[in-house]
């Protein structure tokens, strides 16, 4: 009997001696496929620059993260060649600056037909869906991102 309580005993402390398990490793240090955001953007301009300043902080933390915006609603004004922040910050200087970390820009062509905006009018590169909102739900149903609405 003795010799069982004696091997229990050295168990437990086996046990309590073991190592506690790490905490998981940031985003950025895990390998495999990269994080895939979308951003549902959908208000004017403060919402919108508030939106571009957390992909910017999300590329960040995370420079390997594949990020698309889309645009619906009055934030595809913020598409527009010329447009500019309520403080008079071109749009497209941020817009440029994300796409060379390789952020993809969408716009609603249902907006854009209500708002009377064509292609044409946009700044470069940006890409033109049917439907923004029929866009966001296949990126996170069919292609797995993560959805994020400032």
Same mark, same amino acid.
């Given at each position: 009997?003795?010799?069982? #309580?004696?091997? @229990? @005993?050295?168990? @437990?402390?086996?046990? !309590?001696? $073991?190592p +506690? *398990? ?7 240090? #895990?390998?495999?496929? *990269? ?5 549902h =953007? ?5 919402g919108?620059? #508030?939106?571009?300043?957390? +992909?910017?902080n ?6 390997? %993260?594949?990020?698309?915006?889309? $645009?619906? /609603? ?7 060649? /010329?447009?500019k #922040?309520? !403080? /008079? ?8 600056? =994300?796409?060379?970390s !390789?952020?993809r820009?969408? $716009?609603?062509?249902n ?10 009018? @946009?700044d470069?590169?940006?890409d033109?869906?049917?439907? /923004? =909102? %029929?866009?966001? $739900?296949? =990126?996170?149903?069919?292609? !797995?991102?993560a959805?994020?609405? *400032?």
């Amino acid at each position: 009997m003795h010799k069982i #309580t004696l091997s @229990l @005993l050295l168990a @437990l402390c086996a046990i !309590g001696a $073991a190592p +506690a *398990p790490s905490r998981a490793a940031p985003a950025s240090a #895990t390998q495999g496929a *990269p994080m895939r955001v979308v951003f549902h =953007l959908d208000t004017g301009s403060k919402g919108t620059v #508030t939106a571009l300043h957390q +992909a910017r902080n999300l590329l960040t933390a995370d420079p390997t %993260a594949k990020i698309v915006v889309v $645009a619906l /609603g009055e934030s595809v004004r913020f598409l527009v060649k /010329g447009s500019k #922040t309520e !403080g /008079g910050y071109p749009f497209a200087l941020m817009i440029e600056d =994300l796409q060379q970390s !390789g952020v993809r820009f969408e $716009a609603c062509n249902n907006t854009m037909t209500t708002l009377k905006i064509t292609k044409n009018q @946009l700044d470069d590169d940006i890409d033109v869906v049917p439907s /923004g =909102l %029929a866009e966001i $739900a296949r =990126l996170q149903s069919r292609e !797995g991102y993560a959805y994020i609405k *400032p």
